[in-house]
């Protein structure tokens, strides 16, 4: 990944920064999406230079990286934000600086209540089905490991394009965003949020370059 261009997020009273990391990353998404690959992946990741800020945790930055500089200037950033051209400052596209060290952005599913209940129910019904329990017998043991549904990690909140164009239900949801530091740089895929994936042997995540 040798290029990369920087968006800050300029919040005001008015915008919170939580709620135009909404609006922003929804747009970039959506980018992502008209612009992926024949096989379903982005050709551009996302990297966040501030991530662990104190507050918003995402900080008011977002880079977007690619391998050229040509598959920057055919997404035309500018066009997709232009809406919120009062909110973003876009630079002009960079070269990655050498001295960079790569990690990579995943993104990290954390179950909400409902979702934690209805396993649990799942569960409870399978473990009393096959050892003969009381089902409230299944449920209090099971209560002991109950998952929790915090998480330190940033979201945002963002609808799938996937979801509406398969005329899915499309309600926003988090998208907890994980950052993880590793020795060298790994080639992979990712996905239409710009987040990392598995590389072809599953056994490590696409990296992008931090600076």
Same mark, same amino acid.
């Given at each position: 990944?040798?290029?990369?261009?920087?968006?800050?997020?300029?919040?005001?009273?008015?915008?919170?920064?939580?709620?135009?990391?909404?609006?922003?990353?929804?747009?970039?998404?959506? $980018?992502?999406?008209?612009? !992926?690959?024949?096989?379903?992946?982005? &050709?551009?990741?996302? +990297?966040?230079? #501030?991530?662990?800020? =104190?507050?918003?945790?995402?900080?008011?930055?977002?880079?977007?990286?690619?391998?050229?500089?040509?598959?920057?200037?055919?997404?035309?950033?500018?066009?997709?934000?232009?809406?919120?051209?009062?909110?973003?400052?876009?630079?002009?596209?960079?070269?990655?600086?050498?001295?960079?060290?790569?990690?990579?952005?995943?993104?990290?599913?954390?179950?909400?209540?409902?979702?934690?209940?209805?396993?649990?129910?799942?569960? $409870?019904?399978?473990?009393? !089905?096959?050892?003969?329990?009381?089902? &409230?017998?299944?449920? +209090?043991?099971? #209560?002991?490991?109950? =998952?929790?549904?915090?998480?330190?990690?940033?979201?945002?909140?963002?609808?799938?394009?996937?979801?509406?164009?398969?005329?899915?239900?499309?309600?926003?949801?988090?998208?907890?965003?994980?950052?993880?530091?590793?020795?060298?740089?790994?080639?992979?895929?990712?996905?239409?949020?710009?987040?990392?994936?598995?590389?072809?042997?599953?056994?490590?995540?696409?990296?992008?370059?931090?600076?």
């Amino acid at each position: 990944m040798n290029y990369y261009q920087e968006v800050t997020l300029l919040p005001d009273p008015t915008v919170p920064l939580d709620f135009l990391w909404q609006k922003v990353y929804q747009q970039i998404h959506i $980018a992502l999406v008209d612009n !992926k690959t024949d096989q379903g992946n982005s &050709a551009v990741a996302v +990297a966040f230079p #501030e991530y662990g800020s =104190p507050g918003f945790r995402l900080g008011k930055k977002v880079r977007l990286i690619a391998v050229d500089s040509t598959t920057l200037e055919t997404l035309d950033l500018a066009k997709w934000l232009s809406r919120l051209s009062d909110y973003v400052h876009i630079k002009s596209i960079q070269t990655v600086p050498e001295n960079a060290r790569p990690v990579s952005y995943i993104r990290r599913q954390v179950k909400g209540t409902s979702r934690i209940e209805s396993d649990m129910q799942k569960k $409870a019904m399978l473990w009393a !089905k096959k050892s003969g329990q009381p089902l &409230a017998q299944c449920l +209090a043991d099971l #209560e002991k490991s109950r =998952p929790t549904k915090h998480s330190r990690l940033p979201f945002i909140w963002v609808e799938s394009q996937q979801s509406k164009s398969e005329q899915r239900g499309n309600r926003p949801f988090p998208l907890f965003i994980q950052c993880i530091e590793v020795d060298k740089a790994v080639e992979g895929t990712f996905n239409c949020y710009g987040l990392s994936q598995p590389n072809n042997d599953g056994q490590a995540f696409a990296t992008v370059p931090h600076f």
